[in-house]
């Protein structure tokens, strides 16, 4: 156990507390006025520039220190704030006081993480340059990461690196893992409308009907990742929605399919985009309707830089040795804005165990899933791992 996880330790209470205060009031993306409000108030009383409205309700705070101050080199740490629209089902103490609003996915405790090394940055770090600390809204599929980039967040707070981190279930607690390169999948949500003629279901000949074209638009979809993209590389399309109609007995005008599509390399994202226009455009002519494709955005694949990822390996294993941490762990197929922020800026995406199967408990418990909950030990190790992240790149 190192000094710095032991002086974390002594803040535990503290911090499980504002977690756990935190969880009871969850707010979705660009809602967290109450949850930015905390943040802004706890970092201006340590001593942190604060400035506040970046992506609405994004609050980053600033610390410089050291001989060479804002000459120096300027690091930046990234927490999320918004919570998700399901209702809890843990029957905790802390469970969320708003109905269908609960912090299914941790961001709590990431905030609270970061703050307990913002307090202990602010009376003991030892650094010479800048340090941002981000606190970031509307993860969840929102893009905040890309709203703060829009309002000006690089330009104002210029940072050399940035990190991020977050819990993952099905690892013991504390356990660090670490990957260079792509390290989350890109994700698209597309929405594919279809109009043909509606009609009697008696007498389809007098109808075009959406719906076979709309059935064999999902079959034809999934030859793209089977036939257009190379076996080793990793590809996802799932139509998750096809909606037509409501009687059995009538050929509907419309069918929509909702699309989610995901890939972990930027070539193979492109490819999958341009295929499904093209195959959806030639189904829906072959059958006779008329195909309109929403492209609705999404999140670029998450690639974490050698350089700082290398840097990030070497902090876990000062902190917590080689048995817990992970240096090459495998990619995942979920999506994470903070892709959009090192597309700009070098830096790298780590994780936390948040409980296996042999801790039980909550913790375990898959991120989106009613019964999960941040594991409060890891707040603790987290904040004395951004510690020392920080002591050592803006080494004094």
């Not at 999902?218 to 190379?230: F, Y």
């Not at 193979?268 to 059958?287: C, G, H, K, T, W």
């Not at 941490?325 to 070098?346: I, R």
Request: overall charge negative.
């Amino acid at each position: 156990m190192t000094d710095t996880l032991t002086a974390l330790q002594a803040l535990s209470d503290e911090f499980t507390a504002l977690r756990r205060d935190i969880h009871r009031h969850p707010e979705l993306g660009y809602q967290e006025f109450r949850t930015s409000e905390l943040v802004a108030e706890r970092l201006a009383s340590w001593g942190y520039a604060v400035t506040r409205g970046l992506g609405g309700t994004g609050v980053v705070g600033q610390l410089v220190r050291g001989k060479s101050g804002t000459s120096g080199k300027r690091l930046g740490l990234r927490a999320d704030m918004d919570a998700l629209p399901i209702q809890e089902a843990t029957g905790l103490p802390h469970a969320s006081c708003h109905a269908g609003l609960m912090h299914a996915c941790g961001h709590d405790g990431h905030t609270a993480t970061l703050l307990a090394a913002a307090k202990h940055l602010a009376e003991q770090g030892d650094f010479d340059g800048t340090l941002n600390l981000i606190f970031q809204p509307a993860e969840e599929g929102l893009g905040g990461a890309r709203k703060m980039m829009e309002d000006g967040l690089f330009e104002q707070f210029p940072c050399d690196a940035i990190f991020a981190m977050h819990n993952m279930p099905g690892f013991p607690r504390g356990k660090l893992l670490l990957r260079e390169g792509a390290t989350m999948a890109s994700s698209e949500n597309i929405t594919i409308t279809l109009e043909g003629q509606g009609g009697h279901g008696a007498m389809p000949h007098l109808a075009i009907d959406p719906v076979v074209a709309g059935a064999a638009i999902v079959m034809a979809l999934q030859t793209i990742v089977s036939r257009n993209v190379a076996p080793l590389q990793m590809s996802v399309i799932t139509v998750g929605s096809l909606q037509a109609g409501e009687a059995n007995n009538v050929i509907p005008q419309r069918a929509t399919l909702k699309l989610s599509v995901r890939s972990l390399d930027r070539e193979v994202r492109q490819l999958l985009n341009r295929r499904i226009r093209e195959l959806v455009e030639a189904q829906a002519q072959s059958f006779g309707v008329k195909a309109s494709i929403d492209f609705q955005g999404g999140y670029p694949v998450l690639v974490n830089t050698l350089p700082e990822t290398d840097f990030a390996r070497q902090v876990a294993l000062e902190l917590v040795g080689a048995d817990n941490v992970e240096l090459q762990t495998a990619p995942l197929t979920g999506s994470e804005d903070f892709a959009f922020m090192l597309e700009q800026v070098p830096g790298s995406y780590l994780f936390i165990g948040n409980g296996d199967a042999a801790s039980g408990g909550h913790g375990a418990c898959m991120v989106h899933n009613p019964n999960y909950d941040f594991d409060d030990g890891n707040i603790a190790i987290g904040a004395a791992y951004w510690v020392r992240l920080t002591e050592r790149f803006l080494g004094a």
